[in-house]
């Protein structure tokens, strides 16, 4: 980035089991070496990061680069969406979705490089509850999985999704609901409904394979009733995109949808956006993320 001469770097220093704070430092000596004007801050939760994200940017620095996961992206782009400032993405978390979406390296090095080229994508993005996400819109059986994990206090990381996927097998049944695609009402039973604004969530599960992030659309997967059996058989393929073929397998498009089942809490960018119904929109080129 050669024209830039302050940089805001917002770390989560959690993230990824202590990965943020090592990857933070990493990048922050990186940008500083290359004689630009960092300003280093972490929140103590993400309320507090938000504020100093949205100060940051206020004062006008030329980019703000967070270090951490998706949810920190999330946090990112909630702050930078109708500025100029672009997003960096120093990534640090389990899923890190978005950094692979512009195909960012694990290496913090490498990653602040990418910074430093000040070359950036402009993707479109979703709008739920006045909230931005850019990834898929989880919003049931994998967004029971995410309530019942993110209560569980052992163990980390990912086993922690796997366990509570297990545990919400032995009782999950199908759901009724009613998805409204710009105008157009389906009423339907269903094990998972995912609003995709990207491919994949999760770490990498390409559960809307084929989203693009910049067709002004978001992409409505739905996975019809299914035995317990078959949807363990099936998780594999979401990692490769090829669930596309399963018959229970329905997609759509629209720019506006809204999405309504008992019970269901809907999560995106690895946040709990709130109880279903939620609508939820596209927001075209919304998002300038350094690449």
């Known amino acids: 980035m050669a024209d830039t001469r302050v940089i805001a770097l917002l770390t989560n220093p959690t993230s990824g089991r202590g990965k943020g704070a090592r990857h933070g430092a990493v990048a922050l000596e990186r940008l500083r070496s290359r004689g630009h004007d960092v300003r ?6 993400a309320d507090e990061g938000l504020d100093l994200a949205h100060s ?12 951490g996961g998706d949810g920190m992206a999330n946090l990112g782009i909630q702050a930078v969406v109708g500025t100029d400032t672009p997003l960096g993405i120093i990534p640090a978390g389990t899923g ?5 979406y512009v195909d960012l390296p694990a290496d913090p090095l490498a990653a602040a490089d990418r910074v430093l ?7 479109d993005l979703a709008l739920c509850q006045g909230r931005y996400y850019v990834t898929v819109m ?11 994990a993110n209560s569980m206090t052992w163990p980390k990381g990912q086993l922690r999704y796997h366990l ?12 009724d609901y009613t998805i409204d695609l710009d105008g157009t009402v389906l009423r339907l039973p269903a094990m998972l409904v995912a609003i995709g ?4 969530f999760g770490g990498g599960l390409r559960i809307a394979e084929g989203a693009r992030l910049d067709d002004d659309l978001l992409d409505v997967i739905v996975i019809k009733p299914i035995s317990r059996r078959d949807l363990v058989r099936t998780y594999p393929r979401l990692f490769t995109g090829t669930h596309m073929s399963h018959p229970q397998y329905e997609r759509h498009r629209a720019r506006r949808v809204t999405v309504a089942a008992p019970g269901i809490v809907g999560y995106a960018d690895g946040e709990r956006f709130g109880p279903l119904p939620l609508t939820i929109e596209s927001v075209p080129g919304a998002l300038s993320l350094l690449s």
């Open 56 to 67: 940051l940017v206020a004062e006008g620095v030329d980019a703000l680069v967070v270090v």
């Open 96 to 100: 890190n979705d978005v950094a692979r």
């Open 197 to 200: 604004n990207g491919p994949s």
């Open 40 to 45: 280093a801050a972490q929140g103590r939760d």
């Open 138 to 148: 989880a919003a049931g059986f994998d967004a029971v999985v995410n309530e019942r």
């Open 117 to 123: 080229t000040g070359r950036t994508t402009t993707m």
């Open 164 to 175: 509570a996927t297990l545990a919400e097998l032995r009782t999950f049944r199908p759901l």
